[in-house]
Nanobody
Framework: QVQLVESGGGLVQPGGSLRLSCTAS????????IGWFRQAPGKERDWVSC????????YYQDSVKGRFTITRDRNSRTVYLEMNDLKPEDTGTYYCAADLRVTPPCEITDFGSWGQGTQVTVSS
């Protein structure tokens, strides 16, 4: 049974930082195309950052470029999203997702395995 579990969310002031983690059981994240998605209240879920399997090409939404970094620790089979200089518009539930084949940069309908989400709130 595939299970993805996110952690690391919380309440942070604008300009602050958080690091989200995603660990997996039942699948090997090291060989998966991985993605981080965000769903703001009243909005559809949208991709934030993805990293391909194979060559590990990395993609970011324009709104987070230079502030967010997606990485994976192949030893611990954990995926991270480092988020810096957070803004109120970054508020939402963050989900990690994985699959073997995904249309670049981050086609949401291609992801078959999802975590339950972790809440990030950026507010003063």
């Amino acid at each position: 049974q595939v299970q993805l579990v996110e952690s690391g969310g919380g309440l942070v002031q604008p300009g602050g930082s958080l690091r989200l983690s995603c660990t997996a059981s039942g699948i090997n994240l090291n060989i998966m195309y991985i993605g981080w998605f965000r769903q703001a209240p009243g909005k559809e879920r949208d991709w934030v950052s993805c990293q391909s399997n194979g060559h590990g090409a990395t993609y970011y939404q324009d709104s987070v470029k230079g502030r967010f970094t997606i990485t994976r620790d192949r030893n611990s089979r954990t995926v991270y999203l480092e988020m810096n200089d957070l803004k109120p518009e970054d508020t939402g539930t963050y989900y990690c997702a994985a699959d073997l084949r995904v249309t670049p940069p981050c086609e949401i309908t291609d992801f078959g395995s999802w975590g339950q989400g972790t809440q990030v709130t950026v507010s003063s």
